[in-house]
């Protein structure tokens, strides 16, 4: 009988990550918070931004259309129906306002300045109040465009123009930065817009960390 025993295989080498906080040590992660419809308007803003290098957004060019101004058109028409509705139900948990009239008598029982939103394209000079309109009680035109390239595109598709792009993709910058308002004030939404910004008043542009909303007080950053 043999009494030497055999030999046996080294332990597992251990491999200990290098660099990689563990959670005993410094806690659960904090996840930074998601804006979705910020998100989907940042990409409808950059299509309509790409525009931009084949047609210059100047007045004489306002009625050109094509193809891709009726896609950005209706895409951001959708939309603005989805935030509209969203933003309703923030002001009124029990609102049922499904169309354009409904959302205008909702959203101005809440917010009476939100039409006066003044909307600027510094890099072209060009500034849009998508939803004056509705100071008179009006659809806006814009609007009106879009139901009739959707339902009737082959008598209107002229109405999918560069100016109706620009306005429905204003219309919902307008709409999110309400819905999103304490975002906004807070300074978290991220990456900015582009293409498009925000007046303060006629001749002055907003500053990054300084946005303002007609209906709502100005908060002091920091506090």
């Known amino acids: 009988m043999n009494d030497e025993q055999e030999p046996q295989p080294p332990p597992p080498q251990v491999i200990k990550a290098v660099g990689i906080p ?5 806690g659960t992660p904090t996840l930074l918070k998601s804006y979705p419809y910020w998100q989907y308007f940042l990409a409808l803003e950059s299509d309509l931004d ?13 009625a050109t259309y ?7 058109l209706l895409s951001a028409g959708a939309e603005v129906d989805v ?24 959203i101005l029982s809440a917010f009476p300045r939100f039409p006066t939103m003044r909307v600027v394209v510094p ?21 009106r465009s ?26 919902l910058f307008c709409l999110v930065l309400y819905f999103y308002q304490p975002a906004l ?20 542009l907003m500053l990054e960390q300084n946005y303002e909303l007609p ?3 100005s908060t002091p950053r920091g506090t």
């Open 66 to 72: 094509s193809i891709e101004f009726a896609r950005i």
């Open 185 to 204: 004030y807070s300074n978290e939404l991220k990456p900015w817009a582009r293409l498009l910004t925000l007046e303060k008043e006629p001749g002055y």
């Open 123 to 143: 890099r072209f000079a060009l500034l849009f109040e998508p939803w004056r309109d509705w100071e008179r009680g009006e659809t806006p035109l814009w609007w």
């Open 50 to 62: 790409a525009t931009t290098r084949y047609v210059e957004p100047a007045r004489r060019n306002f």
């Open 83 to 106: 935030v509209a509705q969203v933003l309703c139900r923030r002001i009124d948990p029990t609102s049922t306002a499904v169309n354009i009239q409904l959302y205008r008598e909702k």
């Open 22 to 26: 563990s959670a005993e040590a410094f």
């Open 215 to 217: 209906d709502f007080t």
């Open 146 to 171: 879009h139901n009739k390239v959707k339902h009737e595109r082959d008598a209107y598709f002229q109405d999918a123009s560069l100016e109706n792009a620009f306005l429905a993709v204003a219309g």
